[in-house]
């Protein structure tokens, strides 16, 4: 029987772009989403994408413990993805407390209720911000974790930390259906985790059926972009071109949204067909490559065939001047690569922006 996969936040950017390659792996997916960040638009993208009408829809809260547990009960969860959580640096800055508890309390709950139903595989998406300004480019899952620079980037090293943590004290429960084990009392068993540490994810998905909605003005450079290339926004700046890099400007390490999702089914087979090494791994998930802000600007301006209206301004507090993945270990041990390349990636992030207008 397939297995069954929960998707938390499956209705978002990332989630629902790994909820289309697991539906196309194989696998079953229970979507779950409180829909506080986005609308249907993706959500019914991926029924059109996949062709398929009956994905589970859960309108939840995964602050909820209840509803959480509730959908456990319902489903019969094999592995668990969790996207649900805010992400905006800027407000987290302002809203710690929103920021703490929403991104905590989910995690927790997900956890928890992973835990008291036999056990369960959790993929956390995590982040390169972890790395904050690496002294050594480009980053391996050994560098060390910088100290976080905002509210966002803690949530993501504290929920790393707790998976962590629940996965060597779950480690000795008897998963489900293991008998000579033992499962523990009520019913808990082992939560095994990996946290995936995404550079920059950027593009749509080649049908441009589904690709990043960002509420208001955007914070991340390509929603901005082609919101200025479509004349929603007036001009774009690009912030700093004194940085100590080539063009002055900064070095990101762009990873195309579908090759993301496809780390993620490697990852959850990975769980699922119990391939592990560890109880808890971590991977980089990047290209490899560094971009800079200005090469990704002309890299979109050529390959879209137009002119873009931009400036260069201040430095924007807070950003590292350069970070870049080696993705050695997820190329190794997932058998994953990123494939598209950077221009087909700004072809259809252009392509979802036009479908975005026309709709
Ligand atoms: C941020 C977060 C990261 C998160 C990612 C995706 C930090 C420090 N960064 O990455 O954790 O995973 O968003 O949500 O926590 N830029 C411009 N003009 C703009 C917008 C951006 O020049 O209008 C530049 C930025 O200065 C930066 C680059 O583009 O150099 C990428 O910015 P952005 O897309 O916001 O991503 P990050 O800040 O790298």
Redesign the pocket.
Known sequence: MAKRVLVSGGAGYIGSHVTVELIGAGYEVVVADNMSNCDMTCFEGVKKITGRDDIPFYQIDCCDYEAVTRLFDEQGIDAVIHFAAF?A?GESVAEPIMYYRNNLVSFLNILEAAKNHGGCNVLFSS???VYGEAEDLPVTEQTPRLPAT?P??NTKQMCEDILRDVVLATAGFGGAGDSDAGVAAGGQGPVKGIALR?F??IGAHPSALIGELPRGVP???VP?ITQTAIGKREC?????NDYPTEDGT?L?DYIDIVDLAKAHVAAVSRMIDGRMKEGYEIFNVGTGRPVS?HELVTAFEKVNGLKLNYKFAPR?P???VAIWADTSLANEELGWKAERSVEDTLASAWAWEKYLAGK
Not at 236 to 240: C, E, P, T
């Open positions: 992400k640096v982040s390169a911000t905002s966002y980037g995404y920059n994810p914070n991340n450079l901005f774009l700046s690009i912030f700093g900064c990101r802000v924007r807070g950003d590292v």
